[in-house]
C-alpha cells in the first residue's frame, strides 16, 4: 500500500509502514531524491524566519538542511548526532523516542557547535515532525547551548504535528490505519 501526495509541486508515494497492529505510517525518505531535496528546501526557505544557523538530527534531515544552507548561501549547520564521535569536545546529549525507532536513543551535540549557537536564532529543521520528540530533544539541546530557538521547519507535519502552531511546514501527512486509510 502507498499514499500518493504532491510535495513541493512533486508528486510522490509514500509506501505505508505498520507501527502496530492498527496504525501505519507513510514512510518519507529523502535520501536519494535530489529533486524533491532541492524543492522542499527552496519552498521551506521562502517560510523561514530569520535566522543565525540551522540544526537538525542526523540522520534524515540531513540532505535537506545541506541544500538549505547551499540555496541560503550559509556555510555552516550543526547536527545533533546519534553518537558522541571521537573528533567531538565538550559533547553533551539528551534522550529522544522517535515514532520510527524501536528504542530510546540519545542526541548528542558538539561543544563547539554549542559555543557558535550562544545568543544566535536557531532555527531547527527536521524532514517529518510527527510525535515532536525528535523536535522536544534538538530544542532541548539548542536551549542548553544557549541558542535562541526561531523557528520549527518540516517538510512533512504527521498527524496531530500539523494541528501546532509553531511548526512551519509545506504539507500534512495523514495516519493511517490497518487497511490504509488516513486516521482523522
Do not use: W
Amino acid at each position: 500500500m502507498t499514499y500518493g501526495m504532491t510535495i513541493a509541486g512533486l508528486k510522490r508515494e509514500l509506501p505505508l509502514c505498520p507501527i502496530s497492529d492498527e496504525l501505519q505510517i507513510g514512510a518519507f525518505v529523502i535520501f536519494g531524491d535530489v529533486e524533491l531535496t532541492v524543492a522542499a528546501a527552496a519552498e521551506l526557505l521562502k517560510k523561514a524566519p530569520d535566522f543565525d544557523y540551522m540544526v537538525a538530527p542526523e540522520a534524515k534531515a540531513i540532505p535537506l538542511i545541506h541544500e538549505m544552507a547551499r540555496q541560503s548561501g550559509r556555510n555552516t549547520y550543526m547536527l545533533a548526532r546519534k553518537n558522541a564521535k571521537l573528533y567531538m569536545n565538550g559533547v553533551f546529549s539528551v534522550e529522544v523516542r522517535s515514532i520510527t525507532t524501536d528504542a530510546v536513543q540519545k542526541l548528542y551535540m558538539d561543544g563547539e557547535d554549542a559555543a557558535k549557537m550562544k545568543g544566535k536564532r536557531i532555527l531547527v529543521i527536521d524532514d517529518v515532525i510527527s510525535t515532536g520528540e525528535s523536535l522536544r530533544a534538538l530544542e532541548q539541546l539548542v536551549t542548553e547551548a544557549g541558542g535562541i530557538i526561531c523557528g520549527r521547519m518540516a517538510i512533512l507535519a504527521e498527524g496531530e504535528a500539523a494541528d501546532r502552531d509553531d511548526i512551519i511546514y509545506l504539507e500534512k501527512l495523514p495516519l493511517f490505519d490497518k487497511n490504509g486509510n488516513p486516521v482523522a
